[in-house]
């Protein structure tokens, strides 16, 4: 087959695969869609086209409409629900130190690949702590890294290093995992595509009655500090962009904290 195919006893002619895609490979022929050949090598593979179709009647090479999920009628959740998702996520620091399922982790990966990225590259890996002694690990190794900038006279660190020394854990927040994204050191978009990721994934984790929270001193470390980059053992070449820790909130807030005001400017 081409790069699409048009099954021509389904498909009405109403245009909507060529106004979706957003290349404008796909156009309005004589009476059926077709595409423009010379700038076929520009799909990026997004599946408009095939998303769009009311009548499942096109086809892409790299994706059949059979193998696309059906989009549930009433699936755009209500504004009330939406306010008090995005409102009501909080950054947990409280866990319960009950493991998280891997299928249950599994299943918000899956959700979490359809994140948008840059020309549709999907280029974020994962690196999945499942083992808290692991995160132990990795907490330590951030300790050790906050004692060298103290010992630099960096500011705003001694009260962390105090958790520590108490038997707490400032770093991970004695979560039972957690979540890094990574990619190569040298690709200019994966830095903004895992950073997506893992905001959506933040969300999607609320469903499975999960919370998160960054681990941003594991990732400032992680790429400042050597011995936290070599246990992080990631791929070579790969960097950390980001990363969450994940686990059972040890309690629910009653209620959702004031905010500053909307800053925008209207034109
Ligand atoms: C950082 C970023 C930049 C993007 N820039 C553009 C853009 O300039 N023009 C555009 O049409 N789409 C842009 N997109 C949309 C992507 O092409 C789109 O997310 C991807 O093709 C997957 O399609 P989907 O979002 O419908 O799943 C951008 C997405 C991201 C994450
Ligand atoms: S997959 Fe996307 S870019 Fe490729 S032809 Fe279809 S709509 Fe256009
Ligand atoms: S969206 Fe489907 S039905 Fe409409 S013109 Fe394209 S292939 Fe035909």
New binding site residues.
């Given amino acids: 087959m081409g790069l699409i195919e048009i099954n021509h006893l389904k498909c009405t002619q109403c245009g909507l695969c060529a106004i979706a895609c ?1 290349v404008g490979i796909v156009v309005v022929g004589e009476r059926f869609p077709e595409t423009v050949e010379k700038i076929e090598k520009r799909c ?1 593979t ?3 086209c095939v998303a769009a179709c009311p009548t499942a009647a096109l086809s892409h090479c790299r994706m059949a409409p059979e193998e696309c999920m059906d989009l549930a009628s009433d699936w755009r959740p209500p504004v009330e629900k939406m306010e008090q998702l995005v409102k009501g996520r909080r950054s947990i620091r409280r866990y319960r130190p009950d493991q998280v399922d891997r299928s249950i982790i599994e299943k918000l990966l899956d959700i979490v690949r ?7 590259v999907q280029q974020v890996q994962w690196q999945v702590y499942l083992d808290p002694a692991e995160l132990e690990q990795l907490t330590s190794i951030t300790v050790d890294w906050l004692y060298t900038l103290l010992a630099q006279g960096a500011p705003g660190i001694k009260g962390m290093l105090k958790a520590w020394e108490r038997g707490e854990d400032p770093i991970l927040r004695n979560a039972p995992h957690l979540i890094i994204a990574h990619g190569k050191a040298n690709d200019p ?1 994966a830095n ?2 895992s950073i ?1 990721a893992l905001t959506t994934l933040e969300l999607a984790a609320l469903s499975f009655g999960l919370g998160t929270c960054w681990a941003g001193f594991l990732f400032q470390a992680a790429n400042k500090y050597e011995e936290l980059y070599d246990a992080l053992n990631l791929p070579p070449g790969h960097i950390m962009y980001g990363g969450l820790v994940l686990g059972y909130p040890e309690f629910e807030y009653a209620r959702i904290p004031t905010r500053k005001t909307v800053n925008a400017t209207w034109r």
Avoid: R
């Avoid at 359809?114 to 549709?120: I, L, Q």
């Fill in positions: 957003p990026i997004c599946g408009h359809y994140a948008p990225t840059g020309m549709n978009a903004y595509s997506i």
